[in-house]
């Protein structure tokens, strides 16, 4: 076994040696590996977003022209990284969650080339560095806008796969819509997929047949939006991206991803030489969230409140998840005034109080 | 004007030149494809076809041809068995789903204990997984003649379920902090399924699946049961009357193609896959439905056929890096591939004629 692993430790450092002897006087190279296409109007787009802010940023200085649509989860993504880290890439950035393993994997056979991986929490060797985005302080505005606006009472919600980070989206849209609204309740269906337009439009449909009248959603697509302006009245949000392309209804407003600062200082710090392994998670207040232009088709009062929020998340006045607040099943969760630790949000495995439904388990 | 006229029996030439015509074409229309793009063609061509094998990192690659492959060789040959004898298990994909679960199971039920046998265990296990599934569509087919297409096509996506409830629930792994998926086998060493030899891409379902090729070759050329797959596709009747109980071959070959299958599974989760995940399927039990008819339902055709294949992904995904194309243009190459296979294939069947007498 250890004879095994240093056989491919060496053969591995070999093809090292050679693709960086062949690439040492060229620009650093910066590559991508994304799991939908770029033209998915979404969270890959905003990705690829962020790449060309690097090439705005850098010019000559670096390579951000190879990038991976489509990338699956798992093995195919270890051979991607392979190929990539032989091929010169001096830093990857691998866009999903499901690359955690193979990223931690390749990272450990390339120790000089630097890992980025978006929404993991793995950082096995030194190389590897996470991010993610506090996508939790969106869903709090637009679970406000969506509490105010929905006239049925019934808000359903899109989610992706039942890991915190879309749990503490549903949790935060649900806790702030409940709180302008009392009357409000969530239904929530789970689509299995971050990209798939025919199952999103499907969960759609579904949703609106129950008279559900404000959809959120945790998928990557425009087709639930497209799937809203079937119906007069029913309304959504982008997701990841503006999506502007459905405003000023349904799309009132959206949740944007906004990884070109982090994209940028990543690699301006490989470039200067002051690169160090972190953890980041920044949200509002950073700039890695955004929210979308509120559009007409809500109410001035309306807007006034979502944008007070945005503004109280942004500065740190204010935290989503602040008590009191039981978890479902009525037992106590924060205190009065008590905020939610990161350690409990990073693992998040719960709802909290008034949602029906139980996560997949 | 052309006319198609059927052949007494198929054409023996036609029948191999297929698929190299097939590729012939679809590296031309493809090329234009890609020309259409705005990528020079010839270079498109060569990244995908020449440069795994022969190029600056074939090394690397060639090995990960054999991992990429494997599973469908693996796959194929079993599923031509059943497809030479009109017997259609397109579940193969839910088969190998299974056959994944049921093996991780075995070894994460033991997790951590060392011992040398588990993997074995395992490995029946992920057999057995994949034939229970595969025996669903053939009880109810021989007991209520219900037709096996859909059935084994409905149960992939209920073998989907069940794997989203594994990686969520009774195979998650308690120390992922609530996050979905199983243990990693790679750090179980009991469990898991290495590269036998560094760098080559050889791990135990390659092996078996060069295994199965030539017990499938065998079976074929030697054994009775052989003869009477081949009799039962080519002529029912005549099968009847030689002897051949048409229950029992459906079991059989069920049976064969759904336990090939669960290996294939098995062997990709303990191995390069490494772990439950809700996404772990990419499609292996479809795409070598394509395998086996591109191998001509022949063993060893299938050998090349799945390497070939796996080539277009290899060569494919390193286009796509290196030359930015889109990936929606790598699949629609792949597609190409089937459709230029089929549309040849007339010619195995019929011959052309040229008709003086103007339209028939």
């Known amino acids: ?361 | 004007m052309f006319r198609l006229e059927k052949r007494p029996t198929p054409s023996r030439f036609w029948t191999g030149a297929t698929p190299v015509v097939a590729v012939i074409l679809t590296m031309l229309a493809g090329g234009l494809m890609f020309g259409v793009l705005g990528k020079n063609p010839f270079e498109v061509i060569r990244t995908i076809f020449w440069d795994p094998l022969f190029g600056e990192f074939a090394w690397y690659l060639r090995g990960q041809l054999l991992v990429k492959a494997g599973p469908l060789i693996l796959i194929a040959v079993g599923l031509s068995l059943g497809f030479r004898a009109g017997i259609w298990n397109i579940g193969a994909e839910g088969q190998y789903i299974m056959g994944a679960i049921f093996g991780a199971s075995v070894g994460l039920a033991v997790f951590p204990t060392e011992n040398r046998l588990i993997y074995p265990v395992m490995i029946a296990a992920g057999a057995f997984g994949g034939w229970v599934w595969a025996m669903i569509p053939a009880i109810l087919k021989t007991r209520f003649n219900t037709n096996e297409i859909l059935v084994s096509l409905m149960l992939v996506y209920v073998a989907q379920s069940i794997l989203a409830m594994a990686a969520l629930g009774f195979l998650r792994n308690p120390e992922g902090a609530g996050f979905p998926g199983s243990r990693n086998f790679n750090s179980y060493p009991a469990a898991s399924n290495p590269e036998l030899i560094a760098g080559t891409g050889m791990h135990w379902g390659v092996v078996a699946a060069f295994i199965t090729v030539i017990a499938a070759y065998v079976l074929l050329q030697k054994h009775l049961l052989g003869f009477q797959i081949k009799l039962s596709g080519q002529a029912p009747r005549a099968a009847r009357f030689h002897g051949v109980n048409p229950t029992a071959l459906v079991v059989l070959c069920m049976g064969i193609s759904g336990a090939l299958a669960g290996l294939a599974g098995l062997f990709e989760v303990t191995g390069p896959a490494g772990q439950i995940s809700i996404d772990f399927n990419t499609g292996y039990g479809f795409t070598a439905i394509i395998v086996a008819f591109l191998g001509r339902l022949n063993p060893l055709g299938i050998l090349l056929a799945g390497l070939l294949m796996a080539l277009t992904y290899i060569g494919g995904e390193m286009a796509s890096t290196n030359l930015g194309l889109p990936s929606a243009a790598i699949q629609a190459f792949q597609g190409m591939l089937l459709f230029f296979l089929l549309a040849v294939d007339v010619l195995s069947n019929y011959r052309v004629r040229m008709s003086m007498k103007g339209t028939a």
Request: glycine share 12%; hydrophobic share 40%; aromatic share 10%.
């Open chain 1, 1 to 361: 076994m250890l004879k095994r692993t240093l056989l491919a430790t060496a053969a591995l450092g070999l093809g090292l040696a050679f693709a960086g002897a062949a690439s040492a006087q060229d620009a650093l190279k910066a590559c991508w590996v994304y799991v939908g296409p770029i033209g998915d109007g979404g969270w890959t787009f905003q990705h690829d977003q962020g790449r060309l802010d690097v090439i705005k940023a850098f010019g000559d200085k670096v390579d951000a022209s190879t990038y991976q649509e489509n990338v699956p989860e798992g093995a195919d993504a270890e051979r991607v990284l392979t190929q990539m880290a032989l091929g010169g890439c001096k830093i990857i950035f691998t866009t999903s969650f499901g690359y955690m393993d193979p990223t931690n994997a390749v990272a450990a056979k390339f120790p000089d080339v630097k890992f980025e991986h978006a929404t993991g929490y793995k950082r096995d060797s030194a190389n590897v560095s996470t991010y993610n985005a506090r996508f939790y302080e969106g869903r709090a505005v637009t679970g406000t806008i969506a509490g105010r606006m929905t006239k049925s009472n019934k808000i359903g919600y899109i989610g992706s796969f039942p890991i915190p980070e879309v749990i503490q989206g549903i949790n935060a849209s649900f806790i702030h819509a409940k709180k302008v609204n009392p009357n409000v309740t969530m239904s929530v269906v789970w689509a299995y997929t971050w990209f798939d337009p025919a199952k999103e439009a499907d969960a759609a449909k579904a949703l609106i047949e129950q008279g559900v009248d404000v959809i959120l959603q945790h998928t990557d697509s425009t087709a639930p939006l497209a799937e809203a302006a079937k119906t007069p009245g029913v309304i959504g949000f982008g997701q990841a991206s503006d999506m502007a392309e459905y405003k000023p209804s349904p799309r009132v407003s959206a949740i944007i991803d906004n990884w070109g600062p982090y994209y940028v200082e990543r690699v301006g710090a490989l470039l200067d030489g002051t690169y160090e392994q972190k953890d980041t998670w920044a949200g509002i207040g950073g700039g890695e969230v955004k929210i979308g232009d509120i559009t007409e088709a809500v109410p001035a009062e309306v807007k006034a409140e979502a944008e007070a929020l945005a503004a109280s998340i942004g500065d740190g006045s204010y935290h989503p998840f602040t008590g009191p607040l039981n978890k479902q099943d009525g037992s106590a969760w924060l205190a009065e005034g008590e905020k939610a630790d990161d350690g409990t949000l990073a693992g998040m495995n719960f709802y909290v109080e008034g949602i029906e439904g139980d996560i997949p388990q």
